[in-house]
């Protein structure tokens, strides 16, 4: 038939040549460049046909080595560089977007300097770092005063900037989850409750017409809610369970922000971000405390003293509860217009 390599039109296009009419002695010689080094061909068996086989061998910088993804830390570093994990402590656990209140201080929050990372807690002297740690290590191997001792170095700390909210409640979590006496979580809620009845002296200083300490020691009361509710961590033969107190906690920390004479703009931000994620709860669980609070929510809203900004969030707020926690879209577009 006579047809050469012009006839079957060799060109640099995979199509041509799958689709040319091969005759069945043609046996076409590909050209050395065109022989690719891939890393799955060496374990591919090849036929020898007539002729040595030739082994080509990969050079090290040529071969393609897939990057491994990061595992997010197994453990949390203390001051002094130690690695402790607690066995019921799983750090960097991803938050779930059907969670409403477990994602307030990480989205809704997060412009109000809260913190993202459950390491950042700051550094303690040695021997409270020590304390905290044997706390974290072992909640059963120590005495109840090393366990007390540690809830009052973590609440502490939490006080002093909302930032120390998440990492602050993972710790105090991770004891929780392990005790067996129930001292620890006995021991945080008594000291939550000490500290709100001591506001005044211990969370009342203000800053720029705010409550920095109180609202941080808001936050930290949410963030304990958010972790104790998503684990249904319950006390045995307890009238009030931990969540109620914290609930309790929360609604008057809201309260106090509220009946100030002119509510500050973050403490109106903070107020609206807490009821947006927890509302639903406190209108099952404590409705007449919610109620009390949405009556100071309308009073500060008829105030004439109060800025614009202040009085159109405390609007939403009031809007939002009315439409059961639920903006409809056209309040959306109101109050967001670059939403459209």
Not at 162 to 176: E, F, K, N, Q, S
Not at 204 to 218: D, E, I, K, N
Not at 280 to 301: I, K, M, N, Q, T
Request: hydrophobic share 40%; net charge positive.
């Amino acid at each position: 038939m006579g047809i050469g390599y012009a006839s079957v039109g060799l060109q640099h296009s995979r199509s041509a040549v799958l689709h040319a009419q091969v005759p069945p002695h043609y046996r076409p010689v590909m050209p050395p460049h065109a022989l690719l080094n891939s890393a799955s061909s060496g374990n591919v068996p090849h036929a020898q046909a007539g002729g040595p086989r030739v082994h080509f061998k990969l050079q090290p910088q040529q071969a393609i080595i897939p990057e491994k993804k990061k595992s997010p830390p197994s453990s949390l570093t203390n001051g002094n560089g130690k690695s402790i994990r607690p066995q019921s402590f799983t750090p960097g656990l991803k938050r779930s977007k059907s969670l409403t209140s477990a994602d307030a201080l990480a989205s809704g929050m997060a412009a109000l300097g809260l913190a993202a990372d459950a390491g950042d807690l700051g550094n303690f002297p040695p021997e409270i770092q020590e304390c905290i740690d044997k706390a974290l290590e072992d909640p059963n191997a120590v005495c109840a005063r090393t366990l007390m001792d540690a809830v009052g170095h973590l609440v502490s700390r939490a006080v002093e900037s909302p930032r120390y909210a998440l990492p602050a409640a993972r710790r105090c979590i991770a004891v929780v989850e392990r005790e067996s006496t129930e001292t620890f979580l006995e021991s945080l809620l008594n000291t939550c409750q000490q500290w709100y009845h001591d506001r005044d002296k211990l969370l009342g200083s203000q800053v720029g017409g705010g409550r920095p300490r109180l609202m941080a020691f808001l936050s930290f009361l949410l963030e304990m809610y958010c972790q104790l509710r998503r684990r249904a961590i319950q006390r045995r033969g307890a009238s009030a369970q931990p969540g109620q107190v914290l609930l309790t906690l929360i609604c008057k920390c809201c309260e106090d922000c509220i009946r100030q004479p002119v509510p500050s703009a973050s403490d109106t931000e903070n107020l609206f971000f807490v009821l947006t994620y927890i509302g639903r709860d406190l209108e099952s669980v404590l409705p007449g405390e919610l109620e009390r609070l949405l009556s100071a929510v309308r009073d500060a809203f008829l105030n004439s003293a109060a800025a614009p900004s202040i009085r159109r969030t405390l609007l939403q707020l009031i809007e939002l509860h009315a439409s059961r926690w639920q903006l409809p879209g056209c309040a959306v577009l109101y109050y967001y217009p670059s939403s459209k």
